[in-house]
């Protein structure tokens, strides 16, 4: 069982930084590939990023790659993102998730989920 809680979401201008934080609770934490994933209103949950168990390999979408970077503490129990050049589009809530296995940027593959953050980016 994992227990995930996001943190750092905010209002901010376009081209402005944020970092969310995910906490995981468990002592498997390290044995989870982790990911980001955002839902627009009135649109589908998207994805946006995965790292691998060791932190050693990740997938970007092409709508962020370049301008957010994800990172992982294993010893921390934490999943950072850290989010550049923020665009309108970026708004969304945002949620971390948790996969056993190999990186995926399926939700289905993901089979715990924090409660979100809420990021908007104003123009």
């Known amino acids: 069982q994992v227990q995930l809680v996001e943190s750092g979401g905010g209002l901010v201008q376009a081209g402005a930084s944020l970092r969310l934080s995910c906490a995981a609770s468990g002592r498997t934490f390290s044995s989870y590939a982790m990911g980001w994933f955002r839902q627009a209103p009135g649109k589908e949950r998207e994805f946006v990023v995965v790292?691998?168990?060791?932190?050693?390999?990740?997938y970007y979408a092409d709508s962020v790659k370049g301008r957010f970077t994800i990172s992982r503490d294993n010893a921390k129990n934490m999943v950072y993102l850290q989010m550049n050049s923020l665009k309108p589009e970026d708004t969304a809530v945002y949620y971390c998730?948790?996969?056993?296995?190999?990186?995926?940027?399926?939700?289905?593959?993901?089979?715990?989920w924090g409660q979100g953050t809420q990021v908007t980016v104003s123009s």
């Open positions: 998730a948790a996969a056993q296995g190999g990186i995926s940027s399926r939700a289905t593959t993901f089979k715990y």
């Open positions: 790292i691998s168990t060791s932190g050693g390999s990740s």
